[in-house]
């Protein structure tokens, strides 16, 4: 649920639940992308040393 | 066959005898997945559920093995955060079991819903007054951090590791990992709690209602601690069951008695905290509401309180005094004994807070009614125990589980590694051998 859905009430308690559900899904999602533009950069610089 | 597929340095049973192993755990998996079907295609009119019992046998499932698998945030808190370098060795066993526990309990919450095309309702119309709602949630998210600790795992393959990519992208996720693992601690933190909070806040039913702080009643906390207590012990025992399958040690047993030792910490705390929580309910709070103690636990065969006694006495007294004195983890017997009782009284537990609240009578015309589940129940409660034989079987042929299995049981090395050594070493000889040429 976003604050855009008809649904949404600006209280303490959609604040603090989807808060903390979009804040947790932030940070996994941070850390994948990082894992995984992080990885392909790094395989992109032992395609040019093969003895790595 | 797929000796390929198989890590360096650590032997295998045949093929043939690994596919009937998977086969044989396949027809109680299949037989559990018809019962799934038959619960969504037909409805939950497969279920004994009545106006007693809105809880079908499933829910005690999903509790235990939410229960028993916070043995992987528990260890990824001890390894990652508290820097316990020891459990590197089990800790991959820890997510593994971890990960098998939640994408289990998922399932049995896709099945109890009746309608899982509409799973997504509870994110998108999110009641934020349901402390389910928070279960929903932090479950949710917790198998999505337990799949990223998982996959480092599955990109440790033989064959996957030599595709560069994926090298760098497991060696990228373990070096950020202790940043999923605080995730994934905090996530447990509010799912195990609030899974507690629901028996807790249910203010019409005396057996389960408790104070607290806040939003939050006493059972929030103590489901928290006895997962963080009892979820080690269950990753223990597992290990251990893998170990007399398999015929061999797999992990070192400094790893098995510091995590044995923390466990038994944390279950002495822990059942003094739930000594502590039952006596001032039985004194205090329950006569509040008009209802002595044995009012819940008599007239009926099934919830003497021999259950009360059980679950504190014998499943949390005695298995924390074998744990936290050294001459008692390091005892192979007291071991299996110690971590046996631990990990059923947290089932007992979620029993007795699942089961036991709804068959207490609350009303002067009400009676005690015990409950019968129907095959399918039993069919679907034990189709995430085939799953989880399945995929530890795979996940233990395939993949570099057991750190230290190799240094453990030496072996001959295997035809393909012999190849692939060899193929790798020419570059090298030619090297040596051209250098006099130059000269």
């Not at chain 2, 018809?34 to 829910?59: E, H, P, R, S």
């Not at chain 2, 007291?334 to 068959?359: K, T």
Request: charged letters at 15%; a negative charge; one cysteine or more.
């Amino acid at each position: 649920m976003f604050p855009f859905n008809f649904e949404w009430i600006w209280d303490m308690g959609h604040v603090v639940f989807m808060g903390g559900l979009w804040y947790a899904l932030t940070i996994l999602g941070i850390g994948m992308t990082y894992c995984i533009i992080k990885a392909a950069i790094d395989a992109s610089k032992d395609n040019g040393d093969p003895h790595h | 066959m797929d000796s390929a597929l198989i890590p360096k340095g650590v032997k295998r049973c045949p093929l043939w005898q690994f596919l009937l192993f998977i086969g044989a755990a396949g027809i109680v998996l299949l037989w559990g997945v018809y019962a799934m079907f038959l619960c969504w295609f037909k409805g939950l009119n497969q279920t004994n559920m009545n106006d007693y019992y809105g809880f079908a046998l499933w829910i005690w499932a999903d509790l235990a093995v939410i229960a028993v698998g916070g043995g992987a945030f528990f260890t990824g808190l001890l390894r990652y955060i508290f820097g316990k370098d020891a459990l590197k060795n089990i800790i991959n066993y820890a997510v593994l079991i971890g990960f098998i526990c939640y994408s289990s309990a998922l399932l049995i919450l896709a099945i109890d819903i009746g309608q899982p095309l509409r799973g997504w309702f509870i994110f998108w119309h999110a009641n934020v007054h349901s402390m389910l709602t928070e279960v929903a949630f932090c479950l949710s998210c917790y198998f999505g951090v337990l799949t990223i600790e998982y996959i480092p795992l599955i990109l440790e393959n033989r064959q996957i590791d030599k595709v560069p990519f994926f090298h760098h992208l497991g060696h990228n996720m373990h070096e950020v990992m202790a940043v999923f693992a605080a995730t994934g601690a905090f996530l447990s933190f509010f799912h195990q709690g609030s899974l507690g909070g629901v028996a807790g806040v249910l203010f019409g039913r005396p057996f389960a209602f408790r104070e607290g702080i806040f939003i939050w009643p006493w059972t929030f906390f103590l489901f928290t601690w006895s997962a963080a207590a009892c979820g080690p012990c269950f990753t223990i025992l597992v290990t251990k069951i893998t170990e007399k399958v398999v015929g061999k040690k797999l992990v070192k047993d400094y790893a098995i008695e510091l995590l044995a030792k923390i466990s038994g910490w944390m279950l002495l705390t822990y059942t003094i905290a739930k000594f502590i929580d039952t006596w001032y309910w039985a004194t205090v709070l329950a006569p509040s509401q008009g209802f002595t103690l044995m009012d819940f636990y008599t007239n009926n065969p099934l919830y003497g309180i021999w259950i009360l006694i059980t679950e504190i006495a014998i499943c949390g007294l005695v298995p924390a005094a074998i744990l936290m004195t050294p001459k008692g983890r390091k005892n192979p017997v007291a071991l299996w004994i110690a971590i046996s009782l631990a990990v059923a009284g947290v089932c007992l537990n979620r029993w007795v807070m699942v089961l036991q609240i709804m068959a207490v009578p609350v009303m002067t015309f009400d009676n005690w009614v015990l409950y019968f589940p129907s095959w399918q129940e039993v069919a679907t409660t034990i189709l995430p125990v085939a799953y989880g034989v399945i995929l530890i079987a795979i996940s233990y042929r395939y993949l570099p589980v057991f750190p230290n299995e190799a240094e453990l049981n030496p072996i001959e090395p295997l035809p393909a590694e012999e190849a692939e050594e060899k193929s790798v070493e020419p570059p090298v000889d030619l090297e040596l051998e051209l250098k006099p040429a130059e000269a």
